[in-house]
């Protein structure tokens, strides 16, 4: 991993976006350094910071892989798009900790308040999938 090149990635995000980024990596549901690098990176290809390509390159195939499946194509539907995260548990615990922290953020002043019943209904999925490889 070129964590240089990461970094590059990650920067290109605004600052709002880079905080979000920083809690969600730092989140104590994520296992391995892959996961807290996916996280950090997670918004980038859906916001066309980069290409999945240029993830890869930085990152590592599986970061890259991770980050594709929290890309929300412009066909879906969002039950279509967490359909997809719930194959790779991976995915599906950074997408928790994603809620989690837009489900904090929503209570507070200028929050949006309007995601916080389609986050409730959906987290407890999300937590299901991400437990599908312990053993």
Same mark, same amino acid.
């Given at each position: 991993?070129?964590?240089?090149?990461?970094?590059?990635?990650?920067?290109?995000?605004?600052?709002?976006?880079?905080?979000?980024?920083?809690?969600?990596?730092?989140?104590?549901?994520?296992?391995?350094?892959?996961?807290?690098?996916?996280?950090?990176?997670?918004?980038?290809?859906?916001?066309?910071?980069?290409?999945?390509?240029?993830?890869?390159?930085?990152?590592?195939?599986?970061?890259?892989?991770?980050?594709?499946?929290?890309?929300?194509?412009?066909?879906?539907?969002?039950?279509?798009?967490?359909?997809?995260?719930?194959?790779?548990?991976?995915?599906?615990?950074?997408?928790?900790?994603?809620? @989690?922290? %837009? #489900?904090? *953020?929503?209570? +507070?002043?200028?929050? $949006?308040? =309007?995601?916080?019943?389609?986050? @409730?209904? %959906? #987290?407890? *999925?999300?937590? +299901?999938?991400?437990? $599908?490889? =312990?053993?």
């Amino acid at each position: 991993m070129d964590y240089e090149a990461v970094k590059v990635l990650f920067m290109r995000q605004d600052a709002q976006t880079r905080a979000h980024a920083r809690r969600v990596a730092g989140s104590w549901i994520l296992r391995t350094d892959d996961e807290r690098v996916a996280a950090g990176l997670h918004d980038v290809i859906e916001d066309g910071h980069a290409t999945f390509d240029e993830v890869e390159l930085a990152a590592s195939t599986e970061v890259a892989c991770i980050v594709a499946g929290l890309t929300r194509q412009r066909h879906e539907t969002y039950s279509q798009y967490l359909d997809y995260i719930t194959i790779h548990p991976a995915a599906a615990r950074i997408k928790v900790a994603d809620m @989690l922290d %837009n #489900i904090s *953020r929503s209570t +507070r002043p200028n929050g $949006r308040f =309007d995601l916080l019943p389609r986050y @409730l209904k %959906n #987290i407890e *999925r999300m937590i +299901r999938a991400s437990r $599908r490889d =312990d053993i």
